[in-house]
């Protein structure tokens, strides 16, 4: 009788250590993707935090002057303004951000250099179509600095209608000789840089621009960028006393100078540790009469957000005379 019972009693107990054994084998496996998940996640925050700790690259392309009246304005109407990014926009897209110069206002006066006489007056007397401010933001220049010696072409009244016309396109701008905005600021990924202008033309100008880079350092900025206008015309190498002045901006507080002007590029130099960019030449002329000013010099800054260390490269700018920039790699 008893081992009839046993009989019967022991499929149950086989049964019973079965599921209880499957059931410490699942609650096993359930605590081991568990475990495997909860790694999962912490290796994935670690690399999070790993990539925030070394920050993000941001990139800031800088280039020279940018005259869009003359021949470069005929160009524009007959082939179009794409014609003459064309063989830059490639760059200029994989940039954070585009800084240049704007060699003139930006106005819905008539030109008067079109057809001009070759060093007539008029023929340096620049005036650009308000499309072109729109053209500026379709190929990623969305700085410019005003701060030079034709900006004033068409007065005061040109003035602002170039800085209402870049307001409409959502441009930037600094350097403004009416004292409206001498500096701007821009941010990306938690970098803060300020911009400012030096125009060699402008009364005091120095003067005005060492109390901007003061201004500047009481903004919590990371890093100050000067865009000169200044030095001789078509001469290779900076004055001694552009250098002198050069010098004297970095002692002041600027990180990087870039400077135009020349419409040549000339050398570039590190004072105290800043780099400073002579001229980097011609972006957009129509200059065409020496290889010279058919030459120009992009200047790439990469920056790191996290500990702001700075790597520069440059490209080699070639104006052809078919009125189209092309940007070497």
Not at 20 to 30: E, H, M, S, T, Y
Not at 90 to 100: C, F, H, T
């Amino acid at each position: 009788m008893k081992e009839g019972k046993i009989k019967k009693i022991f499929p149950l107990l086989i049964l019973l250590i079965s599921l209880v054994l499957i059931g410490v084998f699942l609650v096993r496996q359930k605590i081991a993707s568990f475990e495997a998940e909860k790694l999962a996640k912490e290796n994935e925050q670690a690399g999070k935090d790993a990539n925030s700790n070394l920050g993000k690259s941001v990139r800031i392309l800088f280039v020279g002057d940018m005259m869009f009246d003359r021949y470069i304005r005929q160009i524009a109407e007959k082939k179009g303004s794409d014609s003459i990014f064309a063989g830059a926009i490639k760059i200029l897209s994989e940039n954070d951000l585009v800084v240049g110069n704007l060699e003139g206002p930006i106005t819905d006066k008539p030109s008067v250099s079109v057809g001009s006489e070759i060093g007539a007056h008029d023929n340096y007397i620049f005036t650009f179509s308000p499309s072109i401010a729109a053209d500026l933001w379709k190929n990623n220049i969305k700085l410019v600095s005003i701060g030079n010696n034709h900006i004033l072409n068409f007065g005061a009244g040109g003035l602002a209608q170039t800085k209402e016309n870049l307001r409409s396109s959502k441009i930037d701008f600094f350097g403004d000789p009416a004292g409206e905005k001498r500096i701007t600021t821009w941010r990306k990924d938690g970098l803060k840089l300020a911009f400012i202008s030096f125009n060699q033309f402008e009364k005091d100008g120095s003067a005005k621009t060492m109390n901007d880079i003061a201004s500047a350092k009481q903004m919590n900025v990371d890093i100050i960028i000067l865009y000169a206008h200044w030095g001789k015309e078509f001469m290779a190498e900076p004055e001694a006393t552009i250098k002198e002045l050069a010098h004297r901006f970095v002692d002041g507080g600027a990180d990087l100078i870039i400077g135009s002007h020349p419409h040549v590029v000339q050398g570039k130099e590190q004072y105290q540790g800043k780099m400073i960019y002579y001229s980097l030449g011609n972006f957009i002329f129509d200059q065409y009469f020496s290889p010279e000013t058919q030459k120009g010099l992009a200047v790439q800054l990469e920056i790191n957000s996290k500990d702001k260390k700075i790597i520069s490269r440059e490209f080699s700018v070639v104006m052809k005379a078919a009125g189209q920039t092309v940007v070497i790699n």
